[in-house]
């Protein structure tokens, strides 16, 4: 009988036998072996060698860090791969498709258009909410993805957990709850929900709060079941060696990185103030990213003069519902100190 979890992949998934390296059979045994099967470089160095295809070690640590176990974590080289590797496991192309919420992340579409999957977009609110009723109302049996960012990029606030939980109930999909900025704001994580539904998966990164988007590292967490299939069409070796050990080092700052998430909330407020005095700055959005958005006059004009005072922003007005607007990211003390010189500057021409 198809498993719970089974009926969200695609059936020919299911029949692939996935590629195995001949050291996966025997990595368990910790022996000192002589390794004459990947037709690698004998000669030693940080990188002469494969790295481990299922990162156990990475997992181990990621997963206690996290609270949960290491066989219900799937690691990608960033959220991005992985948002493409669950769209090919469970979408089938000219038939399935995805559901988005925009003003969203840009990626989901993106890569299920590479895969030629539809995508269905359901609008955010007036207020950057989910607009539940409409979500549901416009799922079918085809719906095999919904992709709920939040802290929602690039409007900077998160949803309403009642909402997000309702979906995550009545969906009839998978529901990826992607968590890249989830440090930035006090809301709590959905990872605890992980043991009550089979459809859920979360997704946060190593990109924005931890640092290394220069590593590219994603983490997405499921139900042990559900993380298995995905393995299924993992590419063998989809996290390098220099990846996974300088995650491994990160692991151990994070101390300096909860100091550094605090500094970013608290320039956050402090720019916030101040955008507040720069008079074709007409809305700030509420934030709960390291970012915010906001609506100005003219957000060609506005983003053209910043680059020519060498400050570069995100001119977001191809978003639904946010014309005339700015992304503008939180940087160091004297970064936005800059910014906010530029601002004055522009304002006063
Ligand atoms: C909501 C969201 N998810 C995922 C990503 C990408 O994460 P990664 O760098 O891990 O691919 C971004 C990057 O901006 C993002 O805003």
């Not at 089974?6 to 390296?21: A, T």
């Not at 990621?62 to 080289?77: F, G, M, P, R, T």
């Not at 393995?231 to 491994?248: M, Q």
């Not at 906001?294 to 053209?304: A, E, F, G, I």
Request: proline share 4%; glycine share 2%; charged share 25%.
């Amino acid at each position: 009988m198809k498993s719970d979890i089974q009926r969200f992949f695609r059936k020919s998934l299911l029949e692939i036998s996935p590629y195995k390296s001949a050291r996966e059979e025997y990595i368990d045994e910790g022996r000192d072996m002589i390794l004459l099967d990947a037709n690698e470089s004998p000669f030693s160095s940080t990188t002469n060698r494969y790295p481990d295809p299922m990162q156990s070690d990475l997992k181990e640590e990621i997963a206690s860090w996290k609270n949960v176990e290491s066989d219900q974590l799937y690691l990608s080289n960033g959220s991005d791969e992985f948002i493409s590797q669950i769209i090919l496991s469970c979408c089938e192309p000219g038939r399935d498709h995805i559901i988005t919420l925009p003003p969203t992340f840009g990626m989901y579409k993106v890569s299920a258009r590479i895969h030629g999957v539809e995508v269905k977009e359901v609008p955010l609110n007036q207020d950057f909410q989910l607009n539940t009723s409409a979500i549901l109302e416009s799922a079918d049996e085809k719906s095999k993805i919904i992709f709920i960012p939040t802290p929602n990029n690039p409007t900077a606030n998160s949803f309403e957990y009642i909402a997000i939980k309702k979906i995550i109930e009545e969906f009839p999909g998978l529901v990826v709850v992607d968590e890249a900025y989830i440090e930035f704001t006090d809301k709590e994580s959905l990872i605890k929900l992980l043991s009550k539904y089979s459809n859920l998966i979360i997704c946060q990164t190593f990109s924005k709060a931890q640092g290394m988007a220069g590593i590219r590292l994603g983490m997405a967490f499921a139900q042990a079941e559900l993380i298995n299939y995905i393995n299924r069409i993992k590419a063998p070796y989809n996290l390098n060696s220099l990846t996974i050990d300088a995650a491994f080092k990160r692991l151990r700052e994070q101390d300096q990185i909860r100091k550094n998430v605090n500094y970013l909330i608290r320039e956050r407020k402090r720019i916030v103030k101040l955008l507040n005095e720069i008079s074709f700055i007409k809305k700030i959005y509420p934030s709960d990213a390291n970012f915010v958005l906001v609506v100005v006059d003219n957000s060609d004009l506005r983003y053209k003069q910043l680059l020519d005072l060498n400050i570069v922003v995100r001119n977001a007005s191809k978003n639904l519902a946010c014309e005339n607007t700015l992304r503008i990211s939180i940087g160091l003390v004297k970064e936005n100190n800059a910014l906010i010189t530029a601002l004055h500057k522009m304002d006063k021409q």
